[in-house]
Every structure is written in structure tokens, then in C-alpha cells.
């Protein structure tokens, strides 16, 4: 050791020198470096295990020429101690398990770890014993499921296991001392065989299911399920189901047959039948389930045919003018076998439209609704509404029956609310004043500002003796008679739409002549009438 340390003194005062001349002689660090310093001494190599730490040559600054020497040599590290025993983590199926082990690749001394396993059985076995030794250095904190501690073996009696059955564990260790610790895991188990014989029932079920009511003619779908409760299979299973009185079947057969078969334990089969009601009445279906090696049972289904049927009508105008009223008339009918109770006719009115009259109904916003306890079988009641709109369309009337029996209906009626035509006649004169002998037009339009298309619109213009009327044209032919021009009547003038007309004249005589129009249609009975006046000098 003390050569060791002379030999690093005098390495210090070899570097020390160099520095003092280098400095001395050229003057500081400047300038720069051109190229990397040359070491002037080169430590020996750090003893092993340790790296030495001596950089490599200098950067291409001025530093010091030599490194700093290398820290004393390390003692060398001190190993853990090695498991003597090749690690493998799974013990093979001998005894009829495996067990497969796994923890962590490292632990820090003084902590806890877990060591999980997995026990599984390649066979039916009984006897199954898993120990675990554990070795010097580790201490047992506890498992699960909960082991046996004998010493420092752990031992768990799992008893027997299923074919490919699989218990997993785990316990908890802690780290005592450094090194490899190595846990020993044994396992042993008893194969077994078995004998047995199955003592069993085959137990048949029928539940058969089907509408509770029909109308005449509609069709009857019955549902037949049948189940093998038992524990054992029914074998050759035969449905028999006994057509009653009130349906019939598409082959006509009174008694019809399936055969389903063999039925396993807990198995179910169905069978579909479809029968047309045809007699009024209640009839009740049945269907009998046997088989070779079981009990036979039974199961019907109950149809009352036509029981409950009530209809309602709704009548009323197809066209009514707008702001005036349209009375309709609601009819409710009971055409099914038994009375109807709380029987309720609600008639909503649509949204444009509001309800003028409903006389015993009670009334709110646009809808009416009426009562009565009871309807028999065969009666008949009736109902009146009246309604109104300002606005023009078609509008649906719909009206509904409830009852406590289920039986429901609805109708309704449509009606066109027609609006009104509205017409507007404008005359004007082209050239005014005029001259004897001059000439002058004479323009006539006619607009539509109703809601409604009008017919029959007819235009007659009257010219007094100052203008003679010439010649005539427009939307529809016109003819000149003396003084008087009339034009062919127009029929489907739609809403918003104009007619335009034209008159030639001239002047005869001097006056305030006064052209007078007149328009009417079929809706319009009294005409419409408008003048122009014509100075004439």
C-alpha cells in the first residue's frame, strides 16, 4: 500500500512541473491549442474488477497535460451464492398433476415476496399432496389457500381433483439473508377410476298456448311445447291433438298426429297447428303426449270465437264553403256476442277546423268525447258534430271506440272547405285627351285575390256616343256590337291569376265620354262595374 502511494506522489510532482514550464514558457493558454495535448504521464490501470478512470487524451483546448490519477483500487464484489439445483419452474405430470411455479426474478433483502403455483390434474386423482421446502434464508408469512407448516416444509392437502381441474396458490416468503434461494417444490396424487350406473326418468310436459279470441273465418294458431324433465331420454314421442267443434283443419281431419321423435333430458320440441274458426262460441283445444318409455300428459287451450266486436261510422258533407257549418253523423254499432261496457267515442276535429256542436259530449279544444255504461249486443248509437273553418283545404275528421272488453274501431271523413273567389277589375284609357277622329285603347284587367278558382267570368263594356268601339282582343275572343263589346266567357280563373283585355276606339264627338265595364262570374252574381273617362275636344 505505501508504494502505491509513493508511486502516485511522485506522479502529482512530475504533472506540477510540466504545468510551471508550459506556463513559463509560452505564455498562458494563449493562443488556443492547435491540436490535442499529448499526455505527459499515463497512470497504470486500475486493479480489476474496477474500470479505470483516466480520460482519454485531452481536448483540443489547453488543459492540464495529464488527467487526474485514478481513485485507489476497489475491493473486489462480493457475489451472491448460486442455487446448485438447475432452475425449472413446472413439475411434470407423473402422479396425474402438474404444478407450475413462478415469482420474481428479484427480491430486495428484507422485503416480502409472493411465490404463486398452479396445480392441475391431467387426470381424475384423489390423495393430492403439494410440499413446498423452503430453504435457509426465507421465512414463511402465509399462503392461499391456507398450508401446513412443518418445519420449513409447507405442505397444502388439496384431496381430490377433476380431470383437467386447476387450483391456484400462493404464498408469501420474505428475504432473510443475500444470495439465491432456491424452493423445493414435491407433489404426489392417486389416480382413480369409476364405476357407475345411471338411475333415471324420462318426465314429459305439455304446455300448448293459442289466442284467447278470434273473429268467424280468422285463422287459430295453436302452440304445442313439450319438454323432457326427467333425467333420462323419452323415447318415440307421439302428439295427438282432438280437433273441437267450432274449427277445422286444412286436411280436414278431426284428429291429427306428430311424431317427434327421441327427447333428451331438458330438451323441448314444437309443434305448429293452424285451424280457421267457424262457429261462435267458446272452444277449448286439446293435445294428449305420449311416449314408449314415460308417462303421457296433456295440455289444451281455450278460444272464445267472435266474443267482442263493435264498428263505428262517420258521415258528412264532401264540400263545404268556408265560414259556414258541416254537420256530421257518427255511428257506433255493437256486431260482436256480448255487451260492451264503459264504452267511449272520442272524435278529435282537425287542426284548422273547430268544433261548433257536439250535443252530449264533453268539449275540449278540438275534441268531443262521449259515454255511455253499456252497448248490447246488436245496438246501435249515435252521435252529431258540427264543425267550421275559415280556412280553405281538406281536412280529415277522425273519430274512435274503446271499451272494457278491448274491442276498439275508428273511421273517418274527409272534407273539402271550399274558399272564395275574389275578384278586382281595373280600366284604363291609353291616350287621353283625344281629338275627333283620333285614336285610343282602352286596357281591362281582371285579378283573382280570392282563395278559390271562379267560372263563368264574363266582361261587357259599354261605350257611350262620343268613342266608337273598333276592334277587340284579350284572354278570350271579344266581339264589337254598336256600342257594346262583349267577351267569351272564361271558365277555371285561379287564384291569383289576371285576365288581360283590349279595346281600339275613336273619337266621334267632342265630350266627356264615359266607358263603362262590367264583370261578372259565377260567383259573382250582381256584375262588377268600373268606367274610364275619355276627354274628347
Not at 267632342?510 to 261578372?520: H, I, L, M, N, T
Amino acid at each position: 500500500m505505501s508504494n502505491i502511494l509513493r508511486y502516485f506522489t511522485a506522479l502529482l510532482f512530475v504533472c506540477a512541473t510540466t504545468m510551471m514550464w508550459a506556463s513559463n514558457g509560452r505564455g498562458g493558454c494563449q493562443p488556443p491549442c492547435p491540436r490535442p495535448c499529448e499526455p505527459v504521464c499515463r497512470p497504470a490501470p486500475c486493479p480489476k474488477p474496477c474500470e479505470p478512470v483516466c480520460k482519454p487524451p485531452c481536448e483540443p483546448v489547453c488543459k492540464p497535460a495529464c488527467p487526474a490519477p485514478c481513485p485507489p483500487p476497489c475491493e473486489p464484489c462480493k457475489l451472491p451464492v448460486r442455487c446448485k439445483h438447475p432452475q425449472q419452474n413446472e413439475l411434470k405430470c407423473f402422479d396425474g398433476i402438474t404444478v407450475s411455479a413462478r415469482n420474481r426474478p428479484l427480491c430486495m433483502l428484507g422485503d416480502q415476496y409472493p411465490l404463486e403455483f398452479d396445480i392441475h390434474a391431467c387426470d381424475d386423482v384423489c390423495d393430492v399432496v403439494v410440499t413446498t421446502h423452503l430453504p435457509e434464508g426465507v421465512s414463511f408469512i402465509r399462503s392461499v389457500p391456507e398450508a401446513h407448516v412443518d418445519g420449513r416444509n409447507v405442505v397444502w392437502d388439496i384431496g381430490a381433483m377433476h380431470k383437467n381441474q386447476c387450483i391456484p396458490a400462493k404464498v408469501w416468503l420474505r428475504c432473510d439473508c443475500e444470495g439465491e434461494l432456491c424452493a423445493c417444490f414435491c407433489a404426489t396424487a392417486t389416480p382413480v377410476r369409476f364405476c357407475s350406473i345411471l338411475c333415471a326418468k324420462p318426465i314429459l310436459v305439455c304446455h300448448k298456448c293459442g289466442p284467447e279470441e278470434v273473429c268467424p273465418g280468422d285463422p287459430v294458431n295453436y302452440t304445442i311445447t313439450v319438454t323432457n324433465r326427467g333425467s333420462c331420454t323419452a323415447e318415440d314421442v307421439v302428439v295427438t291433438d282432438n280437433v273441437p267443434d267450432g274449427l277445422e283443419h286444412s286436411s280436414g281431419l278431426r284428429t291429427l298426429c306428430f311424431r317427434l321423435g327421441n327427447l333428451e333430458p331438458c330438451q323441448s320440441k314444437k309443434v305448429n297447428v293452424n285451424f280457421c274458426a267457424h262457429k261462435r262460441g267458446r272452444v277449448c283445444n286439446s293435445a294428449i303426449v305420449t311416449a314408449c318409455n314415460a308417462e303421457s300428459t296433456s295440455c289444451q287451450a281455450c278460444t272464445c270465437i267472435a266474443c267482442c266486436a263493435v264498428e263505428i261510422t262517420k258521415t258528412g258533407p264532401k264540400e263545404v264553403q268556408i265560414g259556414k257549418n258541416a254537420d256530421y253523423n257518427i255511428v257506433v254499432t255493437n256486431t260482436g256476442d256480448k255487451t260492451l261496457t264503459d264504452v267511449v267515442v272520442t272524435d278529435i276535429a282537425p287542426t284548422a277546423t273547430s268544433i261548433v256542436a257536439a250535443p252530449g259530449a264533453a268539449v275540449s279544444c278540438n275534441q268531443a268525447v262521449w259515454k255511455m255504461r253499456e252497448l248490447k249486443s246488436g245496438e246501435k248509437a249515435s252521435f252529431a258534430i258540427t264543425l267550421t273553418t275559415c280556412t280553405p283545404g281538406c281536412f280529415t275528421n277522425r273519430v274512435s271506440v274503446t271499451d272494457c272488453q278491448g274491442c276498439n274501431d275508428c273511421a273517418e271523413f274527409t272534407t273539402r272547405w271550399r274558399g272564395r273567389p275574389a275578384l278586382t277589375v281595373c280600366i284604363c284609357d291609353t291616350e287621353d285627351p283625344i281629338c275627333i277622329g283620333e285614336m285610343t285603347s282602352y286596357c281591362i284587367s281582371i285579378v283573382n285575390q280570392g282563395s278559390e278558382s271562379d267560372n263563368n267570368v264574363n266582361v261587357v263594356v259599354h261605350f257611350p256616343p262620343e268613342i266608337q268601339p273598333i276592334d277587340a282582343s284579350g284572354d278570350t275572343p271579344g266581339q264589337v256590337n254598336g256600342q257594346t263589346v262583349t267577351f267569351a266567357p272564361y271558365d277555371n280563373f285561379r287564384p291569383r291569376q289576371t285576365l288581360n283585355y283590349k279595346i281600339n276606339a275613336r273619337a266621334m264627338k267632342s265630350g266627356d265620354a264615359r266607358v263603362v265595364a262590367e264583370v261578372s262570374s259565377a260567383s259573382i252574381t250582381t256584375p262588377i262595374t268600373q268606367q274610364e273617362s275619355t276627354i274628347v275636344n
